[in-house]
């Protein structure tokens, strides 16, 4: 089972993105993953939970976040 963990959030932005054809195949099949594991999971959700897992896990973003709070 894929380890992610989706919430459901209010207010959501519209956002438009490109990608090559290959990363979308492969997030379609990620999003059938995650809908398996969460019931009402869309792509809306599951991209939001993927950018929020590797923001919290990215080092250098977390540094620089750190430095341009000061």
């Known amino acids: ?4 963990n989706i919430q459901v959030q209010s207010e ?4 438009r993105f490109r990608l090559k054809k290959e990363v979308s195949e492969e997030f379609d099949l990620y999003v059938k993953a995650a809908q398996e594991k969460t019931k009402g999971a869309d792509e809306s959700l599951v991209l939001e939970a993927i950018l929020r897992n590797h923001l919290k896990r990215d080092k250098g973003f977390r ?4 430095k341009r709070e000061k």
């Not at 959501?12 to 956002?15: E, F, G, L, S």
């Open 1 to 4: 089972m894929i380890d992610l």
């Open 12 to 15: 959501p932005v519209t956002r």
């Open 63 to 66: 540094a620089w976040l750190q």
